[in-house]
Nanobody
Framework: QVQLVESGGGLVQAGGSLILSCAAS????????MGWFRQAPVKDREFVGG????????IYRDSVKGRFTISRDNAKNTVYLQMNSLKPEDTAVYYC??????????????????WGQGTQVTVSS
């Protein structure tokens, strides 16, 4: 069973950048498809993007395409979320997630089996 720990959140001005990291332990990291989700107050948790086991494929929600980039380093058991051109509407708690049963990158939160505790990202206007 894999454990996930996010880091890198914080307060940033609109237009700024942040990079989030998610460190995995307790499992074979390369077996897992990884996803990033976010949840703003009084909103549902929404899919941000995901990356395949090898890192060769990524997908994103439309609102972050061209601004966010997901990558992974299987040797370091870590997945990253580079966020550029941040907007106030990107403010949320960001979660990384993992699943090992599918041969695609799920967009639905219930298809992910493991979750980190989340890290807060606040974008000021």
């Amino acid at each position: 069973q894999v454990q996930l720990v996010e880091s890198g959140g914080g307060l940033v001005q609109a237009g700024g950048s942040l990079i989030l990291s998610c460190a995995a332990s307790g499992g074979t990291f390369s077996r897992y498809v990884m996803g990033w989700f976010r949840q703003a107050p009084v909103k549902d948790r929404e899919f941000v993007g995901g990356i395949s086991r090898t890192g060769g494929s990524t997908i994103y929600r439309d609102s972050v395409k061209g601004r966010f980039t997901i990558s992974r380093d299987n040797a370091k058991n870590t997945v990253y979320l580079q966020m550029n051109s941040l907007k106030p509407e990107d403010t949320a708690v960001y979660y990384c997630s993992a699943e090992e049963n599918n041969n695609y990158i799920p967009r639905i939160r219930y298809e992910y089996d493991y979750w980190g505790q989340g890290t807060q990202v606040t974008v000021s206007s």
